[in-house]
């Protein structure tokens, strides 16, 4: 992914929030679940870095939002306990897998600090700036 979409990702995600009058922190990350770029707005709870960027990862990852990873690794499903590999994952909404046009996952963003579901949408409004 190049810094240029991802700077432009951010951006985005950094408007929404503060559109939606919440603070966030927003990880973008590579393919390979690298950091590309990353921001904390002022009075986002520290604890929210370590969240988005885990949500980034654990989309990237397993090539699937972190809420659907959630719905397979909750404690009766297929996969319990599967956020404690790789480092640490997170199993609730935020994380979005970022893909091409034809289906190539590019990398991922996370993004924490307001309620889920605004969390999602925010990682949805700047998911719609991606380009490859």
Known sequence: MKLSCATAMLDTALAEAQRMGVQVCVSIVDAAAWPVAFARMEGTPLGSIDVCNK??????????DSADFGRIAHPDGHAYSL?????????????LVL????????????VS?????DDIAI?????????T
């Open 113 to 117: 600090g307001a309620s889920t579901e």
């Open 99 to 110: 893909k091409t046009a034809d289906g190539a996952v590019v990398g991922a963003i996370g």
């Open 123 to 131: 990682a949805r409004k700047a998911a719609s700036a991606l380009t």
């Open 55 to 64: 949500k980034a990862r654990t989309a990237v990852l397993f090539h699937m």
């Open 83 to 95: 956020e404690n590999t790789n480092g640490g994952l997170t199993s609730f909404g935020g994380g």
